[in-house]
């Protein structure tokens, strides 16, 4: 891990066309400045994952990754219709840099990236199955076609498709063809690095196997970076995964609270069944990015306050209950977030053990890193469980010095009627 040196050639805005862009969107694979990268963050982590180039934590593979795909035309992908002069349906100027934010550039990038009217589509004639596209992947990857790949990704290839004849995933193909970069690709798009092909392999025993020991190390990386991150944001560590240790619990406990309340919530936390933990875990893990880059966004950006995130954005793909439990995490104050986010690990850890003493995959299920909009929750929207969204007014006080947040186990409680009641 380290973080990115500054780039000597003269990168430019993918959105906008503004000389040295200082953040990323690495499902996108593409530079933003900070006004375009302001709407990118509005739209959620499911449409675009930001990262700052300069200020954030970066492996070496996802930075080359992003920086191959951007200089090799990543960003025609996603303009293609615009670039395309036979097109003549398109009526639409791209921005400049000293346009508008709003609604210039704002609706472009909304029309670009959220609603992708942009990508290239098939023509009748050349029209092709979801299982065309998918199995098209499932060859591409095994090549250094990061573009052939990004497109059908675009186009809504699924890179978790499990190829019975072959029984393998796009993952499992990459890995054993030692493609370090389709790999990061992959999982940036969604890609599950847990799931086992048909002789219960994952992809980075498989890339063991091939002799990729880097890429296997890597693989292994992605599997558990929903508790590393958590534990990062913590105590500034992670495990040492060449060593099997997974997950750290002795770092952990200065950070336990005795407190009676908070007690009765991490035992109702440890009722909850696993894909319902996994799920608070994946939302945990969205605020904590969306707090660290907002952290980063008021170091950084010269308007900070143009495009302030304060809390998650809500994603479509997931119930109204779930977002609105998502979007309440961010009035945790950082000490009942963090308590939170022990509770959630030590409990991660307990189940963690009881399935190494189980003889199952250690890789237990809830510490991997999945695509929230394929696996979402099945928590009906019938009972209004919590109130209506929340609006901007709600967190204007979250910038204030004044913070009344709710005690973390009454947080904890209001989380659970949402999780649990998916039983």
């Known amino acids: 891990m380290a973080r990115p040196k500054h780039r000597t050639s003269a990168d430019l805005c993918a959105d906008c066309g503004t000389l040295e862009p200082g953040w990323a969107s690495i499902n996108r694979a593409i530079l933003l400045c900070d006004d375009c990268?302001?709407?990118?963050?509005?739209?959620?982590?499911?449409?675009s994952h930001i990262k700052s180039l300069h200020k954030s934590v970066w492996n070496t593979y996802?930075?080359?990754?992003?920086?191959?795909?951007s200089d090799n035309g990543a960003n025609s992908i996603w303009e293609h219709s615009l670039l395309d002069p036979s097109?003549?349906?398109?009526?639409?100027?791209?921005p400049q840099p000293k346009d508008p934010l709003h609604p210039v550039k704002a609706d472009f990038i909304k029309a670009k990236h959220q609603h992708l009217t942009f990508i290239l589509r098939p023509s009748k004639e050349e029209c092709c199955t979801e299982e065309e596209l998918d199995r098209q992947l499932h060859s591409s990857v095994r090549t250094s076609n990061l573009e052939t790949s990004l497109r059908l990704l675009a186009q809504g290839a699924n890179p978790n498709y499990f190829y019975k004849e072959k029984g393998t995933t796009p993952l499992h193909v990459a890995a054993r063809a030692g493609q370090v970069l389709q790999v990061e690709l992959l999982v940036v798009n969604g890609a599950n690095p847990s799931v086992v092909d048909l002789n219960g392999q994952t992809a980075a025993d498989i890339a063991k196997m091939a002799g990729h020991m880097d890429l296997s190390e890597r693989i292994i990386?992605?599997?558990y970076e929903v508790t590393d991150r958590l534990t990062y944001h913590i105590c500034s560590r992670k495990p040492n995964h060449r060593?099997?240790?997974?997950l750290i619990s002795s770092d952990?406990?200065?950070?336990?609270?005795?407190?009676?309340?908070?007690?009765?919530?991490?035992?109702r936390l440890q009722t909850?069944?696993?894909?319902?933990l996994e799920e608070l875990a994946m939302d945990i893990y969205d605020e904590v990015d969306r707090r660290e880059t907002e952290a980063i966004w008021f170091s950084t950006a010269s308007l900070p306050e143009k495009c302030t995130v304060p809390f998650l954005p809500v994603n479509p793909q997931l119930s109204s209950t779930r977002n609105q439990g998502r979007q309440k995490l961010a009035r945790f104050t950082p000490k009942e977030f963090t308590t939170l986010i022990v509770d959630l690990l030590v409990e991660a850890g307990r189940r963690h053990t009881l399935a190494n003493n189980a003889l199952q995959n250690p890789a237990v299920s809830m510490l991997r890193k999945e695509q929230l909009g394929k696996h979402g929750s099945q928590v009906s929207d019938d009972e209004p469980l919590y109130d209506s969204v929340a609006s901007d007014d709600d967190y204007a006080a979250l910038t204030s010095t004044d913070n009344t947040s709710s005690d973390i186990s009454n947080q904890l409680?209001?989380?659970?009627?949402s999780y649990s009641s998916g039983n």
């Open 272 to 276: 909850l069944p696993n894909h319902l």
């Open 252 to 267: 952990l406990s200065s950070f336990l609270d005795k407190n009676e309340l908070v007690l009765e919530g991490r035992n």
């Open 221 to 223: 990386e992605c599997m």
């Open 62 to 69: 996802l930075l080359n990754m992003v920086h191959t795909l």
């Open 243 to 246: 060593r099997d240790q997974h």
């Open 413 to 417: 409680k209001t989380n659970e009627v």
């Open 87 to 94: 097109n003549s349906k398109i009526n639409r100027r791209k």
């Open 37 to 47: 990268c302001g709407i990118h963050r509005s739209l959620g982590r499911h449409v």
